[in-house]
Structures are given as structure tokens and as C-alpha cells.
């Protein structure tokens, strides 16, 4: 098993150091090395990244800013020289963080926290099936998408509505339509995103779920029979 990794520091020469321990290392592959988070973030968009080694100081946008920008988050190996930044890193659930100048055991211990907290996370998914994590009221919460009902939007927000509760989410609906099967969800209106597999019954003006009834738009009445269909 391989983790696909980025590196992102500002320092050239530490940047080398980190690349260099990443290509020796026999469960890690490096997809890309970047001076600056922007650069690092595009990359993203058209690569799987498993895990991240970060610097937290750097110009424009932060580590910590970088983290707080992504939608899709992977593991956070963070990398500084000052210890101070210790604590907040694992406010943000960084699997490990290795102060500099790195040394090779210490690096091989992250690796293999890393290693070990991606094979837990795939046994969990084969037991448990797909799911997603949301930011509410400061929390990060564990949602299993075959449990949402449906997503609609709430102003600044998104309206996350489960078998068994409700959260609002700080996201766009497109951004957090990104996260989503779209085997199993669709677009069924500007306001809302729905599970296929707990519509009941539906006309041309609506998709009902349980007692609630999910408006659709115009166009959107033959690609839900379509997905019907195929589920």
C-alpha cells in the first residue's frame, strides 16, 4: 500500500529534504512539491492526495489557512521549526506534526501513524460504507452518506438532514455536491439535493421523502426517473 503525498514548504532546501525522505520511503508516493499552498491546492483538484506534509509558516496563505480553504481534507503531516505550533495543529486533527530539522526516525514514526490511521479508515469504510465529514457549531462530525435524506440550502449555508438529525454546514451546494455519490444523489432543484434511494414517490412538481415534500425544478423530473431507473 502506497499514500499518495504533496509536499508544501516555502524553504527550497527544506522542501528537498522532506521530497527526498518521501522517495525513499517505500509506502509513499509523491504526486508534487510545491513553494506555495495555491500552487499545492490545484494539484489537488486533478490528483488523489492521501496525505500532506505542510509547513505552517508561509507566505500569502498559512498551513493552517490552507487546511481551513479545503473542502476535501487528507491527512496533515505538519512540519515547522517552531514547537509553539504544536497544539493547534492538532486542533486541526493533524495526524502527526515533526519539527525540524527532521529527523529519519521520527519521519518513519509519522509515516506509519499515517499508514496505520488510512488502513483503520478503510476497514471502517468496507464494515460501515461510504461517508463524509462536516464542520458544525465547531465540531467535526462522521456522516454516513446512506443515512442523508436530503441537502438543501440555508442561506451561507447547507442544511444536512440525516435519518437521525439536522446540521448546517458553512458550504455552498455545489461545493459539498463535490463530496457526494453521484450515483446516489442528484440535483433536483437550485435548493436542494436529495437521495435517491429515500425518495417514496414523486410527480412532476415534487420528490416526497418520508412526509416532506422536495420541489423540482422543471427540467429535472426525466433525470430523476433516469436515476430511478438505474438505482
Known sequence: MKLNCVV???STLQR???TK???NHPNLHLVGDFSNAIEAKNCMTVHTVDLIFLDVEMPIISGFDFIDGLQVKPQIIFIT???????KAFDYDATDYLQKPIVLERFNASVKRALDLHMLRQDNHDMEGDHIFIKSNLKKL???TNKIKWIEAYGDYVKVVTEEDTN???STMKSFEKDLSKDKFIRVHKSYIINIDK???FNSKFAEIGVTKIP???NKKEDLVKALAIA
Not at 521549526?81 to 497544539?87: P, R
Open 168 to 170: 448546517l454546514v458553512l
Open 16 to 18: 528537498m529534504v522532506i
Open 216 to 218: 423540482l425544478s422543471r
Open 21 to 23: 525522505l518521501v522517495n
Open 81 to 87: 521549526s517552531k514547537a509553539d505550533y504544536a497544539l
Open 8 to 10: 508544501v514548504d516555502d
Open 199 to 201: 425518495v417514496e414517490r
Open 142 to 144: 462522521k456522516v454516513y
